[in-house]
């Protein structure tokens, strides 16, 4: 259950931002951060090294002297880099003196240091990361997890995913009855992995629907990500990242063969100007960087995983998603949602 | 080895044509088969209901009595239904009275039956369904396997299926020294699932090439399908069928998404028709209905597997790929790469 005491004590918390991560930053990540204060009036702390970070406009600069690379062992960079921004940004939520982290630093240390820094939730077996996958025509994104976290996963933990699936769905785009489906190379309950095969079952047995408000669509396919019929999609975090990636990489490279063509000649850049003002929310809507990241589903606190790209657009969206969704209290949501 | 007399005797064969396979059956499978022969010269044979494929236009035709519905359980149907047009072409092959099988039909009734009448090539572990992905910019496509034909796989399998996936590579689309990958969810040799891990072993200490002219690049992400980096992308076909259908699906949203754009009004409609002839083969490219087909590799004959929807344009297609699969000597070549 949420406690409203605690919930009302974490939202006047700052935002904990690392400075240091992403490949852009950090200057990006201080533009975002500045951009995220004087236009939205958000309440941002920085953690990183202070003598990087250039004119941080007033922010206040918590200071983190290591900084863990993009590329580095996620598990081990955690364990040994104690003063990185990393590690304090997950140790000030701990604290009780942020109320959320975001980083758009190594996927992998975000995690490890939002786990071993916040724990669990109680009774949660794996957090899973949930990305939101931009739907042309509909107002909403499907939501797909686990995006990464958990390469190998059980069918239990499955299971959890789509209740905090849902309770996300709900607190960040409003999705009162969240359709949910399970990942599979057909819609026959008998088709597939044993995982996929024990999921379905438990996912159609219902026991894990509570308050949710949850409803269970079945076995979906890798076409059915972006027709808008589903809210929800749970997989195991090696078919979620591939999911994710492949769907990212061909997007890109549909755009890419589309913007070579409009540029083929005058008359053709003639026309794309034209179609610019229609097709420019299309774009909007498809563009990483204008879906406010990933949140780390199942810590004990909000954790957003921003795209390691990230510019301060960027860094603005994934802060104002970690300012909702606190305010929304999701992190009671959840802990309601697995307590059952 | 392949034994040049028998490839010879095999090219000289008719293919052999599901005429009652897939969404748009027999209609638009006997419309293909006629122009195949018509304007492409092919020789082809049409399995099925005599009475219900209209005109033939004279075609040879054998009369299997049922037909294994698209959505029917493969195995039992396979095992139950043997005057079945799906099993017929199998047995066609088997029987040295067909060179080839091509089914728009139910997929998994297409690999049984494949797999229980030609059975495999000796030595292979199991066959696996080699799919295209087109490469926007790019002359040849990415081939994915497994496609779909094997939800669990174990680390030499996949060590096969990169071998029979460089022979594809070869004999279809000409690429001597084709460039094969490892689908996860890194770079790193140390991420993904213990399949994957082993499977990276294998594939790196180099054993299998032998003369396929193939070079292991590494693991790759779903974000490097359609780079045109890559020629070959091996995988379990759990995660290869999500891949391939996450692909097909996002490219149809966007697809749908410019349309609806082009559409908005007068200008937008004139603009699009400036457009029209510099998108029009990128459009065509990404159709699957102009790849030809899925093969599945592995079974001891050529069986292109056509996609449920084909109209005749797509039969056309499957059947010009399936003679010249033929006419390489992909079976002898396939045998000569498994044995090493």
């Known amino acids: 259950m949420t406690d409203p005491s605690d919930l009302s004590a974490t939202a006047s918390l700052p935002l904990a931002l690392d400075a240091m991560g992403g490949d852009n930053a950090p200057r990006e990540i201080v533009a975002g951060a500045r951009q995220a204060v004087e236009e939205h009036g958000l309440d941002v702390v920085l953690v990183g090294r202070p003598e990087e970070l250039g004119d941080t406009g007033g922010l ?58 916040m724990g669990r939730i109680k009774g949660v077996k794996r957090p899973a990361i949930a990305t939101p996958l931009p739907v042309p025509g509909a107002d909403t994104p499907t939501i797909l997890l686990d995006a990464g976290a958990n390469a190998e996963c059980e069918p239990n933990w499955l299971v959890q995913f789509a209740q905090m699936g849902a309770v996300y769905a709900r607190d960040r785009y409003g999705i009162a009855a969240p359709r949910v489906g399970l990942l599979s190379i057909g819609e026959e309950p008998t088709k597939g992995t044993p995982l996929v095969k024990e999921t379905h079952k438990l996912l159609a047995a219902g026991d894990w629907i509570g308050q949710t408000g949850a409803a269970f669509v ?4 890798g076409r059915d990500l972006l027709t808008g019929e589903l809210d929800v999609v749970v997989t195991d975090g090696f078919t979620g990242n591939v999911a994710l990636k492949t ?24 026309a794309a ?29 909000v954790c957003i995983i921003s795209h390691g790209s990230s510019s301060a657009r960027a860094v603005v969206n994934a802060l104002l998603v970690a300012r909702e969704l606190v305010d929304h209290g999701v992190v009671g949501h959840l802990r309601a949602a697995v307590a059952g």
């Not at 955690?78 to 604290?95: F, G, I």
């Not at 990212?248 to 053709?268: H, M, P, S, Y």
């Open 218 to 221: 079945g076995n979906v396919e």
């Open 60 to 117: 206040e600069v918590v200071a983190a002297s290591q900084v863990i690379a993009m590329d580095a062992d996620p598990a081990s960079s955690v364990r040994t880099m104690k003063d990185s921004s990393l590690v304090r940004v997950a140790e000030l939520v701990r604290d009780g003196k942020a109320s959320a982290m975001v980083s758009a630093g190594n996927t992998g240390a975000t995690m490890a240091s939002a786990l071993l820094r």
């Open 247 to 270: 769907l990212e990489g061909g997007i890109k490279a549909l755009v890419n063969a589309l913007f070579a063509a409009f540029g083929a000649d005058e008359r053709t850049q003639a």
């Open 273 to 301: 100007e034209v179609l610019l003002p229609t097709l420019a929310p299309l774009y909007g809507k498809l563009d990483p960087e204008n879906t406010g990241g990933a949140m780390l589903l199942g810590v004990d606190g």
